[in-house]
């Protein structure tokens, strides 16, 4: 079936340093996608989301880009602190599906 | 921003016994549901997709009796995990879409709800 995969399960940074969190999804029809974050027994938190017709796109601290040729997604986190040390998922929309999640990256950052 | 309420975080119940689960949305109307299944240490996987007054839609394999779906308004779906089983022990979440947003865009989630069948 379809899934949205990611690259690394574990990433372990220093406090202070840039995380890069890759994702390759799977349905080139798919035209929404969203990057959340999960602390442990928690729901997903909504990070960052962008429209296949775009490439990039920046919030606080954070950046996404998207690469349809190869369907890849990625999250930039800078500046990385010990807060952000969580579970990530990427997530895409197929049309007229529901939200489909990647197996998610765990991040871990050191002080 | 908008806010989706999910009760109860947390449940232990026998096995054989009945749960609901439900998840509202406080200050939004949410025509669609999404209920998600999560097992340590996986991913959310989409079980139902609840639509306010109809029926809902089942992913694949997953037991549309087990997992009793009912979104009688605008802004409360249950969740019932009938005649529950230690396997049905899990992490559920709900999410909710505000109808006032393009379809997919900003998603609203639970805190989840944490089932243990004994």
């Known amino acids: 079936g379809e899934s949205v995969g990611l690259h690394l399960p574990t990433l372990s940074v220093q406090e202070g340093d840039n995380s890069i969190i890759n994702c390759a999804y799977s349905?080139?029809?798919?035209?929404?996608f969203i990057w959340y974050k999960q602390e442990s027994g928690k729901g997903p938190q909504f990070i960052i989301d962008?429209?296949?017709?775009?490439d990039k796109r920046q919030g606080q601290r954070v950046t996404v880009l998207l690469n349809k040729t190869v369907k890849h997604l990625s999250l930039q986190i800078a500046a990385t602190q010990p807060g952000d040390s969580a579970v990530y998922f990427c997530?895409?929309?197929?049309?007229?599906?529901?939200?489909?999640f990647g197996k998610g990256t765990t991040l871990s950052v050191s002080s | 921003g908008a806010v989706v309420s999910q009760h109860p975080s947390w449940v232990i119940c026998k096995s054989g016994t009945s749960v609901k689960i439900e998840c509202r949305s406080l200050?939004?109307?949410?025509?669609?549901m999404f209920w998600y299944r999560q097992f340590p240490k996986q991913s959310l996987m989409l079980m139902a997709t609840?639509?306010?007054?109809?029926?809902?839609?089942?992913e694949q394999g997953v037991e549309k009796d087990k997992f009793l779906i009912n979104h009688a308004s605008l802004t409360l779906s249950t969740l019932t995990v009938t005649s529950a089983h230690p396997e049905d022990s899990s992490f559920y979440i709900c999410?909710?879409?505000?109808?006032?947003?393009?379809?997919?865009?900003?998603?609203?989630f639970g805190s989840g709800t944490q089932l243990s069948v004994l």
């Open positions: 200050d939004f109307q949410a025509t669609t």
């Open positions: 962008i429209r296949s017709n775009m």
């Open positions: 349905n080139s029809a798919s035209d929404y």
């Open positions: 609840s639509n306010e007054g109809s029926k809902a839609t089942y």
């Open positions: 997530a895409e929309i197929p049309p007229r599906r529901a939200l489909i």
């Open positions: 999410s909710a879409s505000d109808r006032t947003a393009s379809f997919g865009e900003k998603l609203f």
